[in-house]
């Protein structure tokens, strides 16, 4: 029987081979040589593939063998160091949980080009190598933190016991000597002077601290324990701030700051709030923010988003991210923060821009309405959150002293006023109530007692109030918050109204029976001096007519009240004049300066500013304010010569005959002074006509 064998490494000479290829032709035997080529990096590796047979002739074995001539290429200079330097860099980037710059394959690749070539067993002793220092140094990093800690534990018990031992020299010697620090204070000077302050100490200290922190981030079990007596130990050392913490607040920043930007790209807030709060809220999740809440200084915390689901009053969002942090401890301490921090910076920017003064006060309470819907829904109606908020409030609507008290008081004018068609008895106590609750947070209380009798003075004396019963409820509402004192003159002023109705009705009987020439009307409001606003008396040249109307008025009255003094007070006077326009009839409801000057055209058809101020004895500022109200206004009764919009010296006045207007009634504003409150100025007894 013939034996048949092979081998890879034997040779054949020329001639065998060429024998054994002659014997293969002839049996139409195709033998292929695969010879398969790697490229990696520049380089080449040859596998040779052998076939061996037996050929049929009796007794005979013969052995071919085939393999590649082509010899193996040389390694280019400085690849096996360039090669290993990746391999190091990549390692040790796992180690270091960082990126790696290389592509995986490409450093498969390279490890098996390196071992093709003989390297194998000094890359794995270089491996080796690498892998045992970092495992070492964990291992040291641990063992040192310990070995500082029980240091630390050891010095504090010991200065304990020899601080009891010399307590009364401490108590004594040293408390005399402010120079010197007590017996505790020396053992911590001294342990930090000669221990921690070491740079090298300090620097292993430091890093062994934020690996922990680093490996707790990442899932690891750590000796908390020990983790809190260090960070314990640099506090009490007072080198926690400057050499701990800005390095710790470093690293986190830079931790959070790129897990951040990588949830920003991948889903918005309210998805992440969501995932955290039904799926990723592990144990060890809470455990890490419980941590770093406790443990460290919150102000590193910024929670990323939160304006904007207050800005946008995500309701939903809002109440996932108080439940997470309610959950977690210390967690709703930096939400309030947050909270305070944002109430104030929205609200001042309501208060302070002078742009939106207009509109200040309706936007204070929608914003009110805001947080009031959010603490009620989203913070469960958490008390610490309605006095934060209360607080924020006060704080921001006080920055700008006055204004905000202003125009609270005008805002409830405009509500108040005759004419105010927006809202139903009912809805107009409910913005009563809202407005009160603005009303208890500002400091100038004073302030808004000032604009508001002047603006409910004017809307009791011209009949412009909208309800006397919402007058009324407003009053009890300021007496309810602010006591009687507050509110005693205001009251005061309703009961003038009332018994100057009473006054009249007695009034009108006594004129029946007195033969007054004229057809003009006379009604008289009684003022108390202490209840009303400071109004500067002005004498004027009144029509005979009015003045004898007044006289007989003064006798009335003075009749039933002896001992009283009148003041009449002509800025507070208005009238009806009946007027007569190429177009038709019209009344106008003018005031009493704005009568004088009109009345003066059914003596002559053209005036000069000097010769009106003559007639009419009305004070210069007042006079070109009057003037301009009828000259220059949308209901322009008068024309001026020469056109334009001030009243100037040599200006010329003539009654507008072609004046035009669609309603038969027209009331003519006074142009006003701006409005200034003058506090504490003796107010005085008046009577408006």
Not at 172 to 193: H, K
Not at 332 to 354: D, M
């Amino acid at each position: 029987m013939a034996e048949e064998s092979s081998s890879s490494s034997s040779s054949s000479s020329p001639t065998a081979a060429t024998s054994q290829q002659q014997q293969l032709k002839n049996k139409s035997i195709l033998i292929s040589s695969v010879a398969s080529v790697h490229h990696a990096n520049g380089l080449a590796k040859s596998s040779t593939t052998t076939s061996s047979f037996a050929n049929s002739k009796p007794g005979s074995a013969k052995k071919l063998v085939i393999k590649n001539f082509k010899d193996k290429p040389k390694l280019p200079e400085n690849y096996t160091d360039e090669t290993w330097q990746k391999l190091k860099e990549a390692v040790e980037a796992i180690q270091n949980s960082t990126s790696i710059k290389y592509n995986l394959e490409e450093l498969y690749q390279a490890v098996e080009n390196l071992c093709s070539y003989k390297i194998s067993a000094n890359l794995y002793k270089q491996l080796r190598q690498i892998c045992e220092d970092h495992i070492k140094a964990q291992i040291h990093h641990v063992l040192f933190l310990k070995k500082i800690d029980r240091c630390w534990q050891n010095h504090c018990r010991q200065m304990i016991m020899i601080r009891s031992i010399f307590l009364f020299l401490d108590r004594t010697y040293v408390l005399q000597n402010s120079m010197l620090p007590s017996i505790w204070d020396m053992g911590l000077e001294l342990f930090r002077a000669h221990i921690i302050s070491d740079q090298k100490v300090q620097n292993k200290t430091i890093d062994g601290i934020l690996l922990l922190i680093e490996r707790e981030r990442n899932g690891e079990a750590i000796d908390r324990s020990l983790l809190r007596s260090l960070l314990s130990m640099l506090s009490d050392l007072q080198i926690y701030q400057d050499s701990f913490e800005q390095r710790f607040l470093e690293e986190t920043n830079r931790l959070y700051a790129a897990e951040g930007q990588k949830l920003m790209q991948e889903r918005e807030i309210s998805n992440s709030l969501d995932q955290y709060h039904n799926n990723n809220l592990t144990e060890f999740s809470l455990k890490c923010l419980a941590f770093l809440f406790t443990v460290f200084n919150a102000k590193m915390f910024e929670i990323s988003g939160l304006n904007s689901l207050l800005d946008e009053n995500r309701i939903q969002d809002l109440s996932l991210l108080y439940q997470l942090f309610s959950r977690v401890r210390g967690g709703v301490q930096v939400l309030l923060q947050q909270w305070i921090e944002y109430i104030k910076a929205f609200g001042s920017t309501i208060v302070i821009k002078s742009e939106k003064d207009k509109t200040m006060v309706q936007e204070l309470l929608d914003f009110k309405d805001k947080v009031d819907h959010i603490i009620d829904i989203c913070f469960l109606k958490n008390e610490k959150f309605i006095n934060a908020m209360k607080k924020a409030f006060e704080t921001f609507i006080n920055k700008r002293p006055n204004k905000p008290a202003e125009l609270i008081a005008k805002y409830v004018d405009s509500k108040l006023r005759a004419g105010n068609k927006e809202a139903t008895d009912e809805e107009l106590e409910k913005m009563l109530d809202k407005i009160m609750i603005i009303f208890r947070f500002i400091y100038g209380k004073d302030v808004f007692e000032a604009f508001y009798k002047k603006d409910l003075a004017k809307r009791l004396l011209v009949g412009k109030s909208a309800s006397v019963d919402a007058e009324k409820s407003m009053l009890s509402k300021l007496k309810h918050e602010c006591g009687a004192a507050f509110t005693s003159k205001l009251e005061g002023m309703f009961k003038d109204m009332e018994l100057s109705k009473d006054i009249m009705i007695q009034f009108k009987q006594y004129m029946q029976n007195q033969n007054v020439p004229g057809n003009i009307e006379l009604t008289v409001n009684i003022l108390t001096m202490g209840y009303w606003p400071t109004y500067v008396p002005m004498e004027v040249h009144l029509p005979p007519e009015m003045v004898k109307l007044q006289e007989i008025f003064k006798t009335f009255y003075l009749g039933k009240h002896s001992g009283r003094k009148l003041q009449w007070q002509s800025t507070l006077g208005h009238c009806v004049l009946k007027a007569e326009f190429k177009e038709g009839k019209k009344e106008l409801q003018v005031s009493l300066f704005q009568t004088l000057v009109l009345l003066m055209f059914n003596e002559g058809e053209e005036f000069s500013l000097e010769e009106i101020k003559q007639a009419t004895g009305i004070e210069d500022g007042e006079l070109r304010r009057t003037l301009q109200s009828l000259a220059c206004g949308k209901a322009r009764v008068l024309a001026k010569n020469p056109k334009g919009k001030d009243i100037e010296d040599g200006d010329k006045f003539i009654c507008n005959d072609d004046f035009k207007h669609k309603l038969f009634r027209i009331k003519i504003n006074q142009i006003q002074m701006k409005e200034t409150v003058c506090l504490f100025l003796k107010t005085f007894f008046l009577v408006s006509n």
